[in-house]
Every structure is written in C-alpha cells, then in structure tokens.
C-alpha cells in the first residue's frame, strides 16, 4: 500500500505520506490479523528439545551457555534449539542460515483447530 501511494496511486496529497502508511499498517494489521486467523499461523513452539531450564526462577534468561556445533561459538540458553540430525545445539543465526533444513526440529503434531 506505501509503495502505491509513494507513486501517487491514491492522489498526489497523499503522496508524500507513504512512510507514514507504512508505520500505521505495520502496528495496526498483526493485531488484526492475528485475531482474524484466532492465532492459528502462530508457530511458537513450547519445547526446544533442550532438557536445560530456559529461565531461571526469577523468569530471567537461564545464565547457561551451550556451544554451537555449527559455528563453534557460546551462546545463551533462548538462543539454541537441540539439533537432532546431530544431537547437538545449534544457535538461532546458524538455524536461520541453514539451506538444507537438517538442524530444524520435526513438525509436532497440532490438534485440528475447532471453529
């Protein structure tokens, strides 16, 4: 929607506004869509495969580091995720860069959303 009324799709008295088209559709269309679709495209996952505690008792980032058997560097706890190809941990960067998709966990199986 910006990008058409940056080129003047919607008149020109608009089109010096298409930055601000684009802030106000960024904050007001994922809280609509979000209860459009009732969350059910939300891909949130309740468990890493990591037996480790991801927070600590006070609900702070758990102060373990793990090491990524991809790039070999220290990460904290929320930034891994178990890699089963491997039984290993891999980091969050290294999961996001992955082509062949062998460090990302298995599907779980979702109960049929009712309406």
Do not use: W
């Amino acid at each position: 929607m910006s990008v058409i009324v940056f080129f003047g799709g919607f008149g020109s008295g608009i089109q010096p506004f298409s930055p601000l088209v684009a802030i106000v559709l960024a904050l007001v269309l994922p809280p609509i869509i979000a209860v459009a679709t009732k969350g059910r495209y939300y891909l949130r996952r309740d468990d890493d495969g990591i037996s480790l505690p991801m927070y600590d008792e006070y609900a702070n980032p758990s102060g373990e580091v793990l090491a990524c058997h991809v790039c070999g560097q220290d990460f904290e706890r929320p930034d891994v995720t178990k890699c089963v190809a491997h039984e290993a941990v891999v980091c969050s960067l290294c999961l996001s860069t992955d082509k062949t998709g062998e460090h990302v966990l298995p599907a779980r199986a979702v109960a049929p959303v009712t309406t």
